[in-house]
C-alpha cells in the first residue's frame, strides 16, 4: 500500500543539468590587460625608436595600441560590451596618466633643481650684505608666513560672517542675492587685479611709494575672503535644519544656536576650506610684487617697510640672478621647493582636520 505526502515530484539531477545554463562567459585572465600594454610598448619601441623618434611620439603609439589591442582580445573571448568596458577602462587609465604627467615633470624639475641650496645655509641667512654665491631664504620665509597669517586674520572673520549672513539670515533677500553674485565675481578676478586695487587704495591714503607688509595681507585677503565665504557657506548649507529646530524649541537665541550648534557642527569643512584657501594665496606672486617690493634683510613688522616673501624672492632671484649667475638661480629653485613643501603641508593639515574633526559617523 503506498501513501501520498502531497509533495509535488523533484526533478532528478540530470534534468537540472539538462536545463542549466551559465551565468557568465568566459572572462579574461587578471594579468591580460598588462600583457597587451607590455606588447602594444614593445610594437611602439620596435617601429620608432630606430627611427630616432621621441619618447613621447612612442607613448601615444602605445597608447593607441594598447586601446585596440585590448578591445580586439576582450570581443574575441568575453564579447562586444566587455570589450567596450575595458576600452572606456583603458581610456580613463591613459587620461589619468596624461594629467600625472606635467605634474610629475614640475615636482621633478623643481625637487632636482632645488636640491642644490636646500642646506642649513638657506633657511638661516638672509641676503643682507651677501654678493653672489651662499646667502639664503630666511627673510622670504618669515615674510611669507607673516603676510599669510595676516591675510588669514584679515579673511577669517569677514568671511565667515558673511556666509553666516548668507545662510542664517539673509536667505533669499535682495542683499544675499547681491552680496552671492559679488562673491563669485572677486572669486574669479586676475590676482594682479588685487594688487593694483590695494596699491591704489593706498596711495590715495600714505602716497604712491609705500610699501609694506601690510598692503600684501590686504591683497591676499581680498583673493582669499571669496574662498572663505563659498567654502563655510557650503559647509552651513550641509547642517540639517532639525538641529536648528530642535535648539529653537529648547528656547535657545538664534545667535547661540548658531555658535553652539550649526557652526561646532560644520567647524570640520570651515576650517578646511580656510585652510585651503590660505594654501592658495600663499604662492601669489602678482600682487606682492605691486604691493610689498623686495628687501634682502628680515623685517618682521608688517607696518613698517618692505617685506620679502618666498614667490618674489624667487622671482628676482630668477631674472636678476647678479654675478655669479648659477647662485641666484639655485636660489630661486631652492625657494621654489621650499613654498611648494610649504603648500603641501597646508594641504595635509586641511586634510588632517578634515578627518579628525568630523563627524564620527561620516569618518
Aim: charged share 10%.
Amino acid at each position: 500500500m503506498t501513501t501520498t505526502t502531497g509533495r509535488s515530484p523533484q526533478p532528478s539531477r540530470d534534468a537540472l543539468a539538462a536545463v542549466e545554463q551559465p551565468l557568465s562567459k568566459a572572462g579574461l585572465p587578471r594579468w591580460t590587460p598588462w600583457a597587451v600594454l607590455v606588447l602594444s610598448i614593445a610594437i611602439a619601441a620596435a617601429v620608432l625608436v630606430p627611427g630616432g623618434t621621441s619618447p613621447a611620439a612612442v607613448a601615444v603609439l602605445a597608447a593607441l595600441l594598447n586601446l585596440v589591442l585590448i578591445g580586439l582580445v576582450s570581443r574575441v573571448r568575453e564579447g562586444g560590451r566587455k570589450a567596450t568596458d575595458r576600452v572606456v577602462t583603458a581610456l580613463v587609465t591613459t587620461a589619468f596618466l596624461i594629467a600625472m604627467v606635467p605634474l610629475v615633470s614640475v615636482v621633478w624639475t623643481v625637487v632636482s633643481r632645488g636640491a642644490a641650496r636646500f642646506d642649513a645655509q638657506f633657511f638661516t641667512w638672509s641676503m643682507q650684505g651677501v654678493v653672489g654665491e651662499g646667502g639664503g631664504g630666511l627673510h622670504a620665509i618669515w615674510g611669507t608666513i607673516i603676510v599669510t597669517l595676516l591675510a588669514t586674520l584679515i579673511s577669517v572673520p569677514i568671511g565667515l560672517m558673511t556666509a553666516v549672513y548668507l545662510v542664517e539670515y539673509g536667505a533669499r533677500s535682495a542683499l544675499a542675492r547681491a552680496i552671492t553674485f559679488l562673491v563669485d565675481v572677486m572669486t574669479g578676478i586676475p590676482s594682479i587685479v588685487a594688487g593694483l586695487f590695494v596699491v591704489a587704495l593706498f596711495a590715495l591714503i600714505a602716497g604712491p611709494q609705500l610699501r609694506i607688509g601690510l598692503m600684501g595681507a590686504i591683497a591676499l585677503s581680498v583673493l582669499m575672503i571669496p574662498v572663505v565665504v563659498r567654502s563655510t557657506e557650503e559647509m552651513l548649507k550641509l547642517v540639517p535644519n532639525d538641529l536648528r529646530e530642535a535648539a529653537y524649541a529648547l528656547g535657545v537665541p538664534k545667535w547661540r544656536t548658531i555658535v553652539k550648534v550649526v557652526l561646532r557642527t560644520s567647524v570640520s569643512g570651515i576650517a578646511t576650506g580656510v585652510t585651503l584657501a590660505v594654501a592658495r594665496v600663499a604662492g601669489e606672486t602678482a600682487p606682492l610684487l605691486l604691493t610689498l617690493g623686495l628687501t634682502v634683510g628680515t623685517n618682521f613688522d608688517p607696518f613698517e617697510g618692505r617685506m620679502a616673501t618666498l614667490p618674489v624672492f624667487a622671482y628676482y632671484s630668477y631674472t636678476q640672478p647678479g654675478v655669479p649667475a648659477q647662485a641666484g638661480v639655485d636660489r630661486a629653485w631652492t625657494a621654489a621647493l621650499v613654498l611648494i613643501m610649504l603648500v603641501m603641508a597646508l594641504n595635509l593639515v586641511a586634510r588632517l582636520i578634515s578627518r579628525y574633526f568630523s563627524p564620527k559617523g561620516t569618518r
